[in-house]
């Protein structure tokens, strides 16, 4: 089992910046991927970025590319969203979510992640 704990959501306005992060523990050596999703009310959870745990590739929507910046760091078990340029259109609740070793399926879906955090608030005013 993997625990997430996202931190570092709050109240910006447009054009700020937020750093989120997620702190994993348990079995995270058992981790081929991180990703953040986000959801606003009455929409359908959706794909921000993504990044392997071992080699690092990033991955992106195309709604956040260029604003947006994932990374982690391997020796405090931790996943980052750097977000910049924010927009009304970003406020959502964000989750950060895991993959199992040996899981298949598309890293932008959320169907192969099988550990999600509690999730944190993201609201940007205009």
């Known amino acids: 089992q993997v625990q997430l704990v996202e931190s570092g959501g709050g109240l910006v306005q447009a054009g700020g910046s937020l750093r989120l992060s997620c702190a994993a523990s348990?079995?995270?050596?058992?981790?081929?991927?991180m990703g953040w999703f986000r959801q606003a009310p009455g929409k359908e959870r959706e794909f921000v970025a993504a990044i392997s745990w071992a080699g690092g590739s990033t991955y992106y929507a195309d709604s956040v590319k260029g604003r947006f910046t994932i990374s982690r760091d391997m020796g405090k078990n931790t996943v980052y969203l750097q977000m910049n340029s924010l927009k009304p259109e970003d406020t959502a609740v964000y989750y950060c979510a895991a993959v199992r070793d040996g899981r298949g399926g598309s890293w932008y879906s959320p169907r192969p992640y099988d550990y999600w955090g509690q999730g944190t608030q993201v609201t940007v005013s205009s």
């Open positions: 348990g079995r995270t050596f058992s981790t081929t991927a």
